[in-house]
């Protein structure tokens, strides 16, 4: 039943990643429009894709643990949304403006929530 799960996860995780990428790719380049330079991304990561990356371990590198070792910490209070939030800035996965954005962290802590509750 678990592996059955972490497939499903990991094949989540691709998609969500993959599809955003080829969308942005077949668009034209906008760094050349200065308004649409500075505008926030469509394409900002979604909390509950953010919940999986730093699951898999694409936060490491910022301190952040992956897999069991994160749901622990998570359980424990030892990271919170705003450390996985900081972390994801660091690792260029968010724009700088998500560490104050309240609704993105709110709906962080909400997956990290469904995330722990199993």
Request: charged share 15%; aromatic share 6%; proline share 5%.
């Amino acid at each position: 039943m678990r592996r059955s799960i972490s497939v499903l996860l990991t094949t989540l995780l691709l998609s969500a990643t993959i599809l955003p990428a080829a969308a942005q790719a077949q668009t034209a380049p906008t760094s050349l429009n200065t308004y649409a330079a500075n505008q926030p991304s469509g394409n900002q990561l979604k909390p509950f894709n953010l919940v999986y990356l730093a699951y898999q371990g694409y936060l490491k590198d910022q301190g952040i643990p992956s897999s069991r070792a994160l749901m622990s910490a998570i359980a424990s209070g030892t990271i919170t949304s705003q450390d996985i939030i900081q972390a994801a800035v660091k690792a260029n996965r968010l724009p700088e403006q998500a560490l104050s954005d309240r609704g993105y962290r709110h709906n962080l802590e909400n997956q990290l929530q469904e995330f722990t509750a199993d």
